[in-house]
Structures are given as C-alpha cells and as structure tokens.
C-alpha cells in the first residue's frame, strides 16, 4: 500500500526567502510523484512530476523538487517566495503497477507568505 | 486545449436527496477519477473509470456511484444524501492507463442541508 506523509501542515515565510516543503512517500513498488497547488476556491494544478527519470524534477513558477529513495523524500523547494505562492501544496504518489490511475494524497501543506 | 469541465459548480442539497455531477475531460483523455476533498478527511479517491469501466474503487459506501460515457465524459451520483456528504468533489482525467498524471477539475462544492 502507498501512503504520503508531509510533516508540516502549516509554513510560513517571508516574501523572496526560499521554500522548503517536505514529503515523505511509503509504497510497494517503483513510485510516481507529484506536487500540485491548490489556491482558494480551486482546483489542484499540477506543480511537478517524478517518474523515474531525473532524480531533481523542475516544475512550473520555479518550483523543483528531488527524489531521495534512500530518504524515501520528495521535498518541494523554491528559491525565492512570492506573493502569489500563498497555497495549500500536496504531495501525491502514485504506484507504477496498479490496476490504473489511483492517486493517494498527503494532507496537504499551507503555505502562508509574509510581505 | 479546454481543461477539465464540471458542473455544476455549486449545488446544495437537502439530506436524504440524491444528486448528479458532471464531469468533461480533456479532448483525448480516456481515463477519468474521482475524488472528494473534506478539511477533516482531505482529499479522498473515490473511483476511476477508463473506457467507460470502473476500474478502481475507493473506500466510500455504495451510495456514491458514477458512471462513463463513450464520449468520456463521466458522472457521479450519491443517492441518500447525508450531512457528511458535504464536500468538493473534483473530477480528474488522464490521457490512458499507464500515465498517471493528472489533470484536475474546478470542482463541484455540494453543500447538504
């Protein structure tokens, strides 16, 4: 079975300061991961993906994250925070290897940004 | 490209009642799932369907259901509505069965009275 876990729910930082969103996946076989942001009143866009290739992904807005299979981690990182950043952010694997296109989700991170 | 469609966007219901929501994928997306986003509970599958074929299921009582047409497109119906029901439901499609990327849905917001 899969299973994400973000350790923080809340994050806060100030306006051009780096992001540093964590993620830790469990799961059986071979995983895909995603980072999508959900703004207020939303739906969910997809920020990035991991799916075997490049071990640090490039997402859209400057978003990157790294997959650590030792650490069995997929932080979201950001060099420089936005207004416009200010999201609730989840991470989301999905097992190569099951019977089609399930998604599990972590409970999700708000990430708060300070002028 | 049109993104995901639902609708209705918003929809209250009385307890006991049954609704219907809709969902339009991405042109040549084959695969559509459901999910239903709660502050309690978060976000949750529901089930997904591919070539109009239930092919996954989540942990939700048989009251929610949904269906897919030839064309894709794809409904979910709870009938017996209940307080808890109360969510977004959002709707997502991918392009076949072995990509998982997934393309999201504005989502219905169902408020039950």
């Known amino acids: 079975a899969q299973s994400v876990t973000q350790l923080d729910s809340h994050v806060s930082v100030s306006e051009g300061t780096p992001v540093l969103l964590r993620c830790n996946y469990s799961?059986?076989?071979?995983?895909?991961l995603f980072w999508y942001v959900q703004h207020p009143n939303k739906g969910l866009q997809l920020l990035l993906k991991y799916t075997s290739a490049a071990t640090l992904v490039k997402g859209i807005n400057g978003f990157e994250a790294e997959f650590k299979k030792s650490e069995t981690s997929f932080h979201l990182t950001k060099p420089s925070a936005h207004m416009s950043d200010a999201a609730e952010y989840f991470c989301?694997?999905?097992?190569?290897?099951?019977?089609?296109?399930?998604?599990?989700f972590g409970g999700g991170t708000r990430l708060m940004v300070k002028p | 490209k049109a993104g995901v469609t639902q609708t209705p966007r918003y929809l209250i219901k009385t307890r006991g009642q049954q609704v219907t929501l809709s969902c339009s994928p991405i042109s040549g997306h084959r695969s559509v799932s459901w999910y239903q986003q709660t502050p309690g509970q978060g976000l949750q599958f529901l089930f997904e369907y591919f070539s109009e074929t239930q092919r996954n299921k989540g942990n939700f009582p048989g009251r929610f259901s949904g269906r897919q047409f030839s064309n894709s497109r794809s409904e979910m119906n709870v009938s017996t509505l209940e307080l808890g029901d109360s969510a977004l439901y959002l709707c997502a499609s991918s392009l076949a069965a072995a990509v998982y990327e997934q393309y999201f849905g504005p989502g219905t917001r169902l408020t039950v009275t």
């Open positions: 799961s059986s076989y071979s995983p895909s």
């Open positions: 989301v694997v999905s097992e190569r290897g099951n019977a089609g296109n399930m998604l599990t």
